[in-house]
Structures are given as structure tokens and as C-alpha cells.
């Protein structure tokens, strides 16, 4: 479903190092993360400007001064989100603990802890707020809709608008970190996977 939080543990495929700013991971994360908030799983293409309404999030917040330009302290998230998390830091690292054990996304789009770390990613994302439960019931309605009719051909422009990858996939292969310690993931990533047609058509 849509809205499943992972079962396990994020793995990271991207091992960009030494940038000299944090944006320029940006690229790096929307691939890491499927173009989507780690935290509230809303996609860039349900926002108005796609990326540009995402960011990138220090787990250990930039604050401490404490691996601010470490790729493994990040992680791509909504501005809305990254907002709410300010500073905090006693929400779990998606990359060493499966989000799927301690939330989960009803069916009608209400969110329930499982465990108290899930309510505390609750609490600090705001999940359960009025129209964070609105937005994903309408995804919600549209992704049964298609499921329920996969021949009507007014389908396909609903399915290109909600589920299917941004147009605007990143060509990691045209970036040049100055080190890579996981230079595998570049031929890994979505872009590639596209041009070779392996991409899937929606996810």
C-alpha cells in the first residue's frame, strides 16, 4: 500500500562524501528515499513544486555541530515535516529502526501507534493531524479506484499524477562528489533504471 511504512531498516545504496555544503546531497537523498518524506511518506509529487517543497533533514541536528555534512546523518524529508522535527532528536533513525514496528497508516488513513517510539514520531510529525488524515484518504480512495478498475483509460492520467516516478529523475552518474564510498549505487539508481526500462511503470 501506499502508505506503508518500511518492514526493515533502511539500507543506504549512495555513499556521496566531502561536499563542502549540505545541499548538494540533495540529489543523493531524493534517490536514497524514493522521492518521498522518510517521515510522513508524502511524495514530491503530491506537492505543488515537486523537490522543491522537500529538503534535507539532519538526523542529529545541525545544531550540535555534529556530522553536518555526513551523508549518513541525512535524510530527505517534506518541508513540513522538517519544520516540526526542528531540533528534536528523540525521533527514531529510519536506517536503523523498521518504521513499519512502531506506526502504522489505517485503511482509512488514521495512523495509530504500535509501539512508544511510534508515538512519538506521532506526536512530533503531527501524523494525526485533521488534514494529514484527509490527504491520505483521498490517495487512498484514488489508489483503490485504480486498483478496483485497471482497464478504464481515464485511469492513466490519474495514475502519471499520483504514482508514478518525478519526471525529473536525478542522472547520479553526471554527479561528482568528491569521494563515493558505495559508487555501485550510481548504476543503481532511478534514472539509470529507466533508461534501461526497468524502472516500474508506478510505485
Known amino acids: 500500500m501506499i502508505f506503508n511504512y518500511p518492514r526493515r531498516r533502511h539500507r543506504r545504496r549512495h555513499g556521496p562524501e566531502g561536499y563542502q555544503l549540505y545541499q548538494p546531497f540533495k540529489d543523493w537523498l531524493r534517490?536514497?528515499?524514493?522521492?518521498?518524506?522518510?517521515?510522513?511518506?508524502?511524495?514530491?509529487?503530491?506537492?505543488?513544486?515537486?523537490?522543491?517543497?522537500?529538503?534535507?533533514?539532519?538526523?542529529?541536528?545541525?545544531?550540535?555541530?555534529?556530522?553536518?555534512?555526513?551523508?549518513?546523518?541525512?535524510?530527505?524529508?517534506?518541508?513540513?515535516?522538517?519544520?516540526?522535527?526542528?531540533?528534536?532528536?528523540?525521533?527514531l533513525d529510519p536506517c536503523r529502526h523498521p518504521y513499519a514496528k512502531h506506526v502504522r497508516v489505517n485503511n482509512d488513513g488514521t495512523v495509530t501507534a504500535l509501539t512508544a517510539r511510534g508515538r512519538i514520531l506521532i506526536d512530533t510529525f503531527r501524523l494525526d493531524r485533521a488534514e494529514a488524515v484527509l490527504l491520505r484518504q483521498e490517495k487512498l480512495v484514488f489508489f483503490h479506484w485504480i486498483q478496483a478498475n485497471?482497464?478504464?483509460?481515464?485511469?492513466?492520467?490519474?495514475?502519471?499524477?499520483?504514482?508514478?516516478?518525478?519526471?525529473?529523475?536525478?542522472?547520479?552518474?553526471?554527479?561528482?562528489?568528491?569521494?563515493?564510498?558505495?559508487?555501485?549505487?550510481?548504476?543503481?539508481?532511478?534514472?539509470?533504471?529507466?533508461e534501461g526500462r526497468k524502472l516500474p511503470e508506478f510505485y
Open 150 to 194: 485497471p482497464t478504464d483509460r481515464q485511469i492513466e492520467p490519474w495514475i502519471r499524477r499520483l504514482f508514478h516516478y518525478p519526471d525529473d529523475l536525478p542522472d547520479l552518474r553526471k554527479k561528482r562528489p568528491p569521494r563515493n564510498s558505495r559508487p555501485a549505487g550510481v548504476n543503481r539508481c532511478h534514472y539509470v533504471l529507466r
Open 31 to 91: 534517490d536514497e528515499f524514493t522521492f518521498r518524506c522518510v517521515f510522513c511518506l508524502i511524495r514530491e509529487r503530491w506537492y505543488p513544486f515537486g523537490h522543491v517543497d522537500f529538503s534535507v533533514d539532519h538526523f542529529i541536528p545541525k545544531s550540535s555541530g555534529k556530522r553536518v555534512l555526513d551523508y549518513k546523518n541525512l535524510v530527505y524529508a517534506c518541508l513540513r515535516c522538517n519544520s516540526f522535527k526542528r531540533d528534536l532528536p528523540a525521533v
